[in-house]
């Protein structure tokens, strides 16, 4: 299928590996001119000229946190005003909620609610001019199933779902939506921790432990990158106009409500 999106611009964060990267790619496998964000210069850079290298496209690497009100300004100085936002970050850290501070809250709220709004508030206007855009969130499925000792995420994500439902139906008209991806367990970075917690904990190799969480997952395996930057593709392409203000959860089933 042609996604319809040839010769647009990109603008993805948090891009230089894991599920922001795998949106990266499937943005210029489909001809989208990329840029993408991270915060380490010899990672974007190299990701950058990967990328470039498979598909042929313009991919400009920003080495800077987009957390930060200068990582911002330093994202949107190299695409200012780009046909499709890929809003990404990093998950605050897990622990008990009697254990964190008002710094700590406000710590991630910016980096998963306040950020991602900001770059909306700063690009959006151009999309309605242009009278197309697409903006897609990165969260999480513990918007539909909060984790326990995740609540600074739990919290922070749920506030940017809250904040999409209310303004995706406003810019719809526009010819911008507005949507979010939630994933479940991928294989990426973010969860070695946790496999290497298990295979300590159990004497057991790490490969083993990653079984052990996918035989929790009804479809058994843990989600590629590959797969959900296909996802984040289609739902920034010509074929989405008539999806805005949803939540498509990616978690190979794991989630068990009806809705």
């Known amino acids: 299928m042609d996604l319809g999106i040839k010769g647009k ?73 780009p046909d499709i936002l890929v809003n990404n970050a990093g998950g605050p850290p897990p622990g008990h909620f009697k254990n964190w501070t008002r710094d700590d809250w406000i710590a991630a709220l910016d980096a998963n609610m306040l950020c991602a709004i900001e770059l909306i508030q700063k690009t959006i206007d151009p ?35 809250g904040f999409v439902a209310g303004i995706a139906r406003e810019y719809a008209k526009d010819g911008v939506t507005i949507n979010n991806l939630l994933p479940g367990p991928f294989d990426t970075d973010r969860l070695k921790a946790a496999f290497e917690a298990t295979a300590h904990a159990q004497n057991i190799g790490i490969e083993d432990a990653k079984k052990l969480s996918a035989e929790s997952i009804p479809v058994k395996r843990l989600g590629q990158p590959e797969e959900f930057g296909k996802a984040c593709a289609f739902l920034c392409s010509q074929h989405a106009g008539y999806i805005t203000g949803q ?13």
């Open 9 to 81: 611009t990109a603008l993805v964060c948090a891009a230089s590996k894991g599920l922001g990267r795998g949106c990266a790619e499937a943005l210029a496998e489909e001809g989208v001119e990329v840029t993408i964000v991270a915060r380490t210069a010899a990672a974007i850079e190299q990701t950058a000229s990967e990328i470039s290298q498979q598909t042929g496209v313009t991919v400009t690497p920003v080495a800077a946190d987009i957390t930060t009100e200068a990582g911002r300004a330093a994202a949107l100085q190299a695409c200012p005003t």
């Open 127 to 161: 999309m309605v001019a242009k009278g197309w855009g697409r903006i897609v969130n990165v969260t999480s499925t513990s918007v539909k199933a909060p984790i326990a000792i995740l609540g600074l995420s739990n919290g922070a994500r749920a506030g940017l779902t």
């Open 247 to 259: 939540n498509l959860l990616m978690d190979g089933g794991q989630y068990p409500g009806t809705f």
